[in-house]
């Protein structure tokens, strides 16, 4: 049932039945009907299906036709209508001989049958109308079920980050991009620090499309983003704070944290209160500078824990954003450079929790614009 649903079916498991709804089918009249409800037994065994013991299937709606209006005789049964309960009805029963493999077969072969006709009419026409399918039950992480991971067969890979604790220290450009990453994964909680509102000039360096109206409001970074992403999911907790000696212990308990902040001094006591927590941390930057009327620089991200920090040290930056010499201090912040810093400081979590292979346990990334090319640090 995973894949008819992962395949886009609007399903409904009810009552020992197995209801497809949404199916598109031809009436008498040779046109074509997008209501009709497919339904099966379903035969379960410790909450598994077993392989299909009832050849029959039932129907809610009219007789499906041939595009011209003709019965589909292939299937006709002479059953009686029958009502399962809680309105759902059928109609009609259908009767298509076969031993069916599993219940994706079963469903997938009368509707083979009964959608081929309509698509002869509306090319279009499919019962693949991935519907959005809410998640079931208090506790969950998102409010809709994650089917690009059951699509995609890593449900235990994905489960390595399930159930942290991870803290965003600064929603700029980077930070916004790492929030729209991870919050797509299924980490328990998503602490948000900023004390700054959300300008015209976020807008453009930032995941989505704010409007006008957005805009007018000023929203506090932490609120605003809070709003976005609350739709997907829960645990977004919202710090509306700068960074300073007095909110630290903030940091306390989370089990990861990305530092995307390059306010100098704090930071240096940021880092220290990490360190002596045993807190990773994966720590950000870019500098781009304008030279000759192009762009050039290094986009970089250090990771940062209890075996590597030694190592990792030398490569975290102080600098404020607001000026100074150091070459990251500039503040030119492009968002497609965004986007890949937080990529690789998402990816370099990732690998140090095994959702990724790692053979070269880095520590330090660097990307330079001109050279395209990657350099690293790492323990291997």
């Given amino acids: 049932m995973l894949r008819l649903q992962n395949e886009g079916y609007d399903l409904e498991i009810w009552g020992g039945y197995l209801l497809i709804r949404n199916v598109p089918y031809v009436t008498s009249q ?3 009907r997008y209501d009709g409800i497919l339904i099966s037994t379903l035969e379960m065994s410790d909450d598994v299906t077993r392989t299909p013991g009832d050849h029959r299937a039932f129907w809610t709606g009219e007789h499906p036709c041939h595009s011209d209006g003709r019965k589909i005789a292939s299937i006709e049964n002479g059953a009686a209508p029958q009502q399962f309960g809680s309105g759902v009805k059928a109609d009609f029963t259908f009767s298509a001989k076969a031993k069916y493999r599993d219940y994706h077969h079963k469903i997938t072969t009368y509707l083979g049958r009964i959608t081929g006709e309509a698509t002869k009419i509306d090319p279009n026409a499919t019962a693949q109308t991935f519907p959005t399918i809410l998640a079931d039950g208090d506790g969950e992480v998102f409010k809709y079920v994650d089917t690009a991971t059951s699509r995609a067969g890593i449900g235990a890979v994905n489960e390595k980050v399930a159930g942290q604790k991870i803290g965003i220290i600064g929603l700029g450009g980077t930070g916004s991009y790492v929030l729209d990453l991870v919050a797509k994964t299924p980490v328990a909680e998503l602490h948000l620090f900023d004390g700054d509102v959300f300008s015209q000039h976020n807008a453009f360096r930032s995941p989505g499309a704010p409007g006008q109206e957005d805009l007018a409001t000023k929203p506090a970074k932490v609120a605003y983003f809070r709003g976005i992403y609350e739709k997907m999911r829960n645990g977004i907790i919202a710090h509306d704070v700068y960074m300073d000696e007095d909110n630290l212990p903030l940091l306390d308990g989370l089990d990861f944290i990305f530092l995307c902040a390059d306010r100098g001094p704090i930071k240096e006591k940021i880092v220290e209160r990490l360190v002596a927590n045993d807190t990773p941390f994966v720590e950000v930057g870019m500098g781009v500078v304008l030279v000759e009327g192009r762009l050039g620089g290094i986009v970089r991200a250090t990771t940062c824990t209890a075996k590597t920090h030694e190592k990792a ?26 986007a890949f810093n937080a990529a690789i400081a998402v990816i370099q979590w990732k690998k140090l929790f095994g959702f ?7 520590h330090y990334t660097g990307f330079s614009i001109a050279a395209g090319s990657i350099i690293y640090e790492g323990s291997k």
């Fill in 30 to 32: 040779a046109v074509v």
């Fill in 313 to 338: 040290a030398p490569h975290i930056s102080y600098a404020d954003g607001d000026g100074g010499a150091n070459e990251y201090a500039s503040n030119i912040q492009i968002a497609e450079l965004n």
């Fill in 356 to 362: 990724y292979q790692d053979t070269r346990e880095q």
